[in-house]
């Protein structure tokens, strides 16, 4: 799909969608617990959706409400999958699934699109390899098999946090205690945190006992909750940036003792005011696309900490730089480290494109404001923000579809 975006000044107030990243947590919580949840708070992201057909899959029974969820939760200690969980392009849904697939010694299929499935996954296939587990891998699926025993488990703390985070979920309904070393440097800390707030509302603890190491008893049971999830930080950021390109827009919904990682764009847009800062995006990888994207409307930016924007549903940092360039900005991108130039910006002469990455498409939709232009590619906003554009009209942007 197609959009043109007219040159335009945002004003106005818009209320955040809810935290993709908290919404997962909360459906597994409630789909792991015995009783009946409502967890209020629900997009219809495609990435959510899956992890409800994942929960469904596993024999959760899930009723909407409007942008409510009731979920009749299953017996955690024999998850029996009914048929293949579809993770579609969810790589928090897939991460967050396997290991509760391994709970049981039942086999579990878990399917996605090919580049999920291109998405690193080798800390699992090692955890298995290493206690005698299955797990198979091709283009478009994953097989395992446990059951999974409680024990001592080492991973490295400079991939995602998400395969931290399926481990928690699972750990505490094994027959046993359980010990996560995280070997430094951790990044992404605060989604860990974010995992660990969301099963102490369900009743289940996992404890940081030092700066490296989760203590998580076993025999532990989810309990029945009524939850709310917060706004998301993550999406907001796209928002607040209309106010770094002369916008005035206000967003709302959002909670200010939050501990989403991604909260730190507001100490990191005033960064990008003045200068051409150096900042490290380690902790935050998601900001990357919308922190260019200001950067180069502005004054330049170097960003480090960059490594695993190659992994997410583009290579935001090489794609970003090729849509930067159509607006005449140059930017170098090297392992671990992208540099935005101070150059010259201006309107586009040709078409920007998605890349089939929400980020992306909602970055470079931001920066179209300032100059008019057209993106093709544009429906990937469903992964995470389905009303992105009508939000964006709201604020006095003229947006139009256009048919192919």
């Known amino acids: 799909m197609k959009v043109r975006i007219l040159k335009g000044i945002a004003k106005g107030r818009v209320e955040a969608p809810p935290s993709k990243s908290m919404a997962h947590r909360m459906l597994i919580c409630a789909g792991l617990s015995k009783g009946t949840c409502v967890v209020h708070g629900i997009s219809e992201s495609k990435d959510v959706l899956a992890t409800i057909d994942c929960l469904e899959a596993i024999g959760a029974v ?9 979920v009749k939760g299953i017996d955690p200690s024999h998850i029996v999958p009914k048929k293949i969980l579809q993770c579609n392009e969810s790589g928090s849904t897939l991460r967050f699934f396997v290991p509760l697939c391994l709970v049981s010694g039942a086999n579990a299929v878990l ?13 699992y296939k090692t955890l298995c390899e290493e206690r005698g587990l299955l797990f198979s891998q091709d283009a478009t699926s994953v097989m395992v098999k446990g059951p999974l025993q409680p024990g001592c488990y080492k991973l490295a703390g400079n991939v995602s946090s998400q395969f931290i985070s399926g481990l928690l979920f699972a750990l505490p309904l094994l027959d046993g205690d359980s010990k996560l070393t995280i070997t430094p440097p951790i990044e992404s800390r605060s989604y860990i945190d974010m995992t660990i707030q969301a099963l102490s509302v ?5 404890d940081w ?11 532990q049971e989810y309990t029945a909750e009524e939850v709310y999830v917060e706004g998301d930080y993550s999406n907001a ?11 005035d827009v206000t967003v709302t919904n959002l909670n200010p003792e939050s501990i989403q990682g991604d909260k730190v764009y507001t100490n990191l847009f005033e960064h990008l005011k003045v200068g051409t800062p150096t900042l490290n995006i380690s902790d935050c990888p998601d900001l990357g696309p919308v922190l260019f994207a200001v950067a180069a409307a502005k004054n330049g930016g170097v960003f480090s900490g960059t490594s695993r924007l190659k992994i997410k549903e583009s290579d ?39 890349h089939n990455d929400h980020r992306i498409v909602m970055a470079c939709s931001i920066l179209l404001t300032l100059t008019g232009g057209v993106i093709d590619g544009t429906e990937a906003v469903t992964k995470s923000f389905p009303d992105f554009f009508q939000k964006l009209s709201s604020l006095g942007i003229e947006v139009e579809e256009i048919d192919n």
């Not at 996605?112 to 800390?123: A, D």
């Open 316 to 354: 935001r940092g090489e794609v970003m730089a090729a849509e930067l360039r159509k607006f005449g900005v140059s930017a170098g991108v090297y392992d671990n480290e992208v540099i935005i130039y101070p150059t010259g910006f201006a309107a586009p002469a040709e078409e920007l494109y998605g």
């Open 62 to 70: 899930c009723t909407r409400n409007g942008e409510s969820i009731t």
């Open 209 to 219: 006992t030092d700066e490296n190491t989760i203590f998580i008893k076993g025999n």
């Open 111 to 123: 399917s996605g699109s090919e580049r999920l499935l291109e998405r690193p996954l080798g800390i």
């Open 202 to 206: 369900f009743g289940v603890k996992a």
């Open 237 to 247: 950021a796209f928002f607040e940036a209309l106010n770094m390109l002369g916008g």
